[in-house]
């Protein structure tokens, strides 16, 4: 059941092969008697041929006995002798520290201190041997429950938390090139790192977390390639409402203009699967939950977190700077729901909040 969830909740064709390699070696686990063997031997030669149908793979590409031994052998060797293992993990570690293209600045503004890698490229912090001081779910697309949102915010807010945050691009320079990754502006990668995975809005992947960091960092240096953040005493204001309303499924409604050190948030309620469509989750997913900005920039969004506080608008200079701001800059706003078995859409709560935040006193 758990592999069934594992391929179907978050689904992509890819991850087809996972459930039917899954059952394989479930069944190879049992000691077979008698007829039970020929059962059993079905089963096996059906997964089989299910899983290299589903991945669109080669048999005579994948299944290479010989080679697969001689591959475990050999990582043996590299686990147990530290004279072939050190050299491997100091050309690993040369060849990420070039791909990632760290600047000797934002390195010094780091080292020696206590940093969470946002949103998840958590492989920097061993390349260039940082103090990794994670939060509890330290990839921002896994926080995908509201309890660990706010897991997660409270130990940004901690004092206790991480003293610097290390923000990464979507897109380096070394995949794309220098000149290609140069020509880009600042508004064409503030738009590829707003991306999160299955087409979702990364600010919204963890709400309460990302309005934690802007309330208890600032920028320290902000370049094209990555952005420090330094902790500060809690700079936000206490939220306070300033609209109501309920809206039908997919209707636009405009955000309210924040003031000069506001931002513009709004918990939404009602997306959260209920009745039937919580009956489809059981075996299946919710139907895809959509925000859409300006009526032309629409994202996936985990109905759960809805309600945690989506940041929408930002006053000129409260945001922390592009190409790594944290705010869709929204004039209008909607959320829909996808219609389809046991799922159909429903009025919608939006509640719009403002914080005043200001200039923190650095910890």
Not at 172 to 197: K, P
Request: hydrophobic share 40%.
């Amino acid at each position: 059941f758990a592999l069934w969830k594992q391929t179907f909740v978050r689904y992509d064709p890819a991850r087809d092969p996972y459930l039917f390699t899954g059952v394989l070696s479930v069944i190879l686990a049992f000691r077979w008697r008698g007829q039970e063997r020929v059962y059993a031997l079905a089963a096996v030669g059906a997964l089989v041929g299910m899983t290299f149908l589903m991945s669109g793979a080669r048999f005579d590409s994948k299944v290479r006995p010989v080679a697969a031994v001689e591959g475990i052998v050999d990582d043996v060797r590299t686990v147990f002798d530290a004279d072939r293992r050190e050299p491997i993990l100091a050309y690993s570690q040369a060849t990420r520290r070039s791909a990632y293209g760290l600047d000797a600045r934002a390195l010094e503004l780091i080292k020696g201190m206590r940093v969470h890698v946002h949103p998840w490229e958590i492989a920097i912090a061993w390349a260039y041997g940082l103090e990794w001081d994670p939060l509890p779910v330290f990839q921002s697309y896994a926080a995908q429950a509201p309890a660990l949102d706010d897991r997660n915010a409270r130990r940004v807010a901690s004092p206790e938390g991480p003293e610097r945050i290390l923000v990464h691009p979507r897109t380096y320079a070394s995949a794309i090139g220098d000149e290609a990754f140069a020509e880009l502006t600042r508004e064409e990668l503030q738009r590829q790192n707003a991306q999160s995975i299955d087409g979702r809005f990364l600010s919204y992947d963890q709400p309460a977390t990302t309005l934690a960091m802007l309330c208890n960092f600032e920028p320290l240096r902000t370049t094209r390639s990555y952005q420090v953040l330094g902790r500060v005493a809690e700079r936000c204001a206490e939220p306070r409402e300033i609209r109501s309303l309920t809206v039908d499924d997919g209707e636009s409604v405009p955000v309210p203009r924040p003031r000069g050190d506001e931002i513009v948030f709004a918990r939404v309620h009602g997306l959260e699967p209920s009745g039937l469509d919580r009956l489809r989750t059981l075996v299946y997913h919710a139907s895809r939950r959509r925000v859409t900005f300006d009526s032309e920039r629409t994202y996936r969004i985990v109905p759960g977190l809805a309600s945690q506080g989506l940041i929408l608008r930002a006053a000129r200079g409260v945001d922390f700077p592009k190409p790594f701001a944290t705010s869709p800059d929204a004039h209008s706003v909607s959320f829909s729901r996808d219609a389809g078995f046991l799922s159909s859409p429903g009025d919608l709560e939006i509640e719009f909040f403002t914080v005043a935040v200001g200039r923190g006193r650095r910890e």
